[in-house]
């Protein structure tokens, strides 16, 4: 499910089954180029009014960040090693949350 969800490479599986990156972060033109993959990739809607489906997102993109939370902590209280990145959600998940609750609060 995370998989078609995120694209190929997401997985149910706890960060501490797989090995950890050691790859090399991507060069500029390695960057522009997997840039272009992935804007060849997208599709643009046909001309016209579409159903706007942007909060119903967010709400999703909510839930999803919660439950990431929720298996961030407890990998954390298993004191398994998290990734830098992990860290940084768990550390600044509030400020995340207040920002949706803000675009829920205005958009209408």
């Excluded at 998989?3 to 790859?23: D, K, Q, V, Y």
């Excluded at 033109?29 to 643009?44: I, P, V, Y």
């Excluded at 016209?48 to 967010?58: E, I, K, N, Q, V």
Aim: hydrophobic share 40%; charged share 25%; aromatic share 4%.
């Amino acid at each position: 499910m995370l998989e078609a969800r995120f694209g190929p490479g997401w997985t149910r599986e706890p960060a501490g089954a797989e090995p950890p990156l050691r790859s090399e972060l991507f060069s500029a033109d390695q960057m522009e180029q997997h840039g272009r993959t992935l804007a060849a990739a997208h599709r643009l809607a046909p001309p016209g009014r579409s159903r706007d489906r942007l909060l119903a997102r967010l709400a999703d993109n909510e839930s999803v960040l919660a439950r990431v939370c929720g298996e961030l902590t407890a990998a954390v209280a298993a004191k398994s090693r998290i990734t830098p990145g992990a860290e940084w959600l768990l550390d600044n998940h509030y400020l995340i949350a207040e920002q949706i609750r803000t675009a829920k609060r205005h958009l209408p």
